[in-house]
């Protein structure tokens, strides 16, 4: 590994090539933050892809794309005059400082908070937010309207849980989640599109309940379980084809045979 003095060198070196590439490469020099927008959004999902597949060195040229996007609006926030990366960093570290009383003693008190689990720690980060200068105004303002549903509905359960809004047993969870599957039911029984979709709006935000608070991550259990069907679904496939068979020529027995097969592989 490396000393911090070269890592320090490294990310000079980082500023140094996109002070370059801003003035003299045509494509860069174009760019905006809004037009960096999209591709930002596109790095993020590499790098979760890249993470979850456990490969070093994926993660590696990952988290290198991100941080490219990070310096890069910074380069612009400066040309604006209105932040550099300096700012970015300090503004970081301000706010780490502030978050973590338990570490950093304020100092109006001199005296660290207690904060001895990390359940206690997360309360107390999410009741810091909401007295920062600028910071949330509402325990819940802070989660991004854009996030995919199944992570807003986690981080917006995971907030309210920080300023105590939960369960008091975990295990009450469960008549939460037979009720909205029995209201769901009762939706689709009575052929009502619209409130069946309200309901199972419903179903699915008490799932995701019911895996925080057994600590599951739903957002990873379920991409868990879109790899392994995709990788049952190729076998599928690919024995299909090695038969010189299509799939929709196969009858539903014939397919459920050669999946029980991929599953064994699984096992």
């Not at 890069?72 to 550099?84: L, P, V």
């Not at 309360?123 to 854009?146: A, F, H, I």
């Not at 996030?147 to 369960?167: E, H, M, N």
């Amino acid at each position: 590994m490396h000393t911090k003095e070269e890592k320090l060198a490294a990310f000079g070196r980082l500023l140094d090539v996109m002070d370059t590439l801003r003035e003299k490469c045509p494509w860069d020099r174009k760019q905006t933050n809004e037009s960096l927008r999209a591709n930002t959004i596109e790095e993020t999902y590499e790098l979760s892809d890249a993470l979850l597949s456990g490969d070093a060195d994926e993660i590696k040229k990952e988290l290198g794309d991100v941080l490219l996007h990070i310096v890069f609006y910074a380069k612009i926030g400066s040309e604006k005059e209105q932040f550099d990366i300096a700012d970015v960093c300090n503004a970081l570290c301000d706010k780490l400082i502030f978050r973590h009383p338990h570490v950093y003693p304020p100092a109006e008190t001199g005296q660290k908070a207690k904060a001895d689990t990390e359940g206690e720690v997360l309360q107390q980060w999410e009741q810091l937010k909401t007295r920062e200068k600028d910071g949330n105004k509402r325990v819940l303002s802070g989660v991004p309207k854009s996030l995919p549903a199944l992570i807003k509905a986690y981080r917006i359960q995971d907030k309210a849980r920080g300023v105590g809004f939960d369960w008091e047993q975990r295990e009450q969870v469960w008549d939460k989640v037979k009720e909205e599957v029995a209201e769901f039911e009762a939706e689709v029984g009575a052929m009502d599109a619209d409130r069946a979709e309200a309901e199972f709006g419903d179903v699915l935000f008490s799932l995701v309940n019911a895996a925080r608070l057994y600590h599951i991550n739903p957002d990873n259990a379920l991409e868990r379980t879109n790899r392994k069907f995709i990788r049952r679904f190729t076998y599928l496939e690919e024995h299909t084809i090695r038969q010189g068979r299509k799939l929709t020529d196969m009858t539903l027995s014939e397919m459920d045979a050669i999946w029980e097969e991929a599953k064994a592989l699984d096992e």
